[in-house]
């Protein structure tokens, strides 16, 4: 019996991160982030209150060497989604960075057989 494996198409920066991810060591701290859910998202081409198309915000910033993690957190006083968005772009100091150095970090965009 011959099983059709799909070998993927990955690009050289991608190839470099999977590489410093697959080092071998005793143990490693390694993080994926996840792709937003559909909930998550904003029904397209719905508009804030000023005509503005709204946008998905993601939370989660991975730095190009897939070692640092940057947290966003919303700190204002907003309590639905719209009024984030909006309060954030008036006044980006309504969010704070919180910054997380790991091994490896997979992206939203990573597969299973990246990770495994």
Same mark, same amino acid.
């Given at each position: ?5 799909? @070998? ?20 490693? @701290? =390694? @993080?994926? =982030? ?25 939370? &989660?910033? @991975?730095?190009?060497?897939?070692? &640092? ?10 309590? &639905? ?8 772009? #008036? ?5 704070? #960075? ?12 990573? &597969? ?5």
């Amino acid at each position: 019996m011959s099983a059709n494996l799909k @070998v993927p198409n990955f690009s050289l920066a991608k190839l470099n991160m999977l590489q410093a991810c697959k080092d071998i060591s005793n143990f490693k @701290v =390694v @993080v994926r =982030v996840r792709p937003p859910l559909k909930r998550e998202l904003p029904p397209k081409g719905e508009k804030d209150d000023d005509g503005l198309v709204l946008k998905f915000q993601p939370i &989660t910033e @991975v730095s190009p060497d897939s070692k &640092t993690l940057v947290l966003l957190e919303y700190l204002g006083q907003e309590v &639905t989604e719209k009024g984030r968005q909006k309060d954030i772009d #008036r006044n980006p100091n309504h969010q704070a #960075r919180h910054v997380f150095n790991y091994d490896c970090i997979y992206d939203k965009d990573s &597969t299973q057989l990246e990770v495994y």
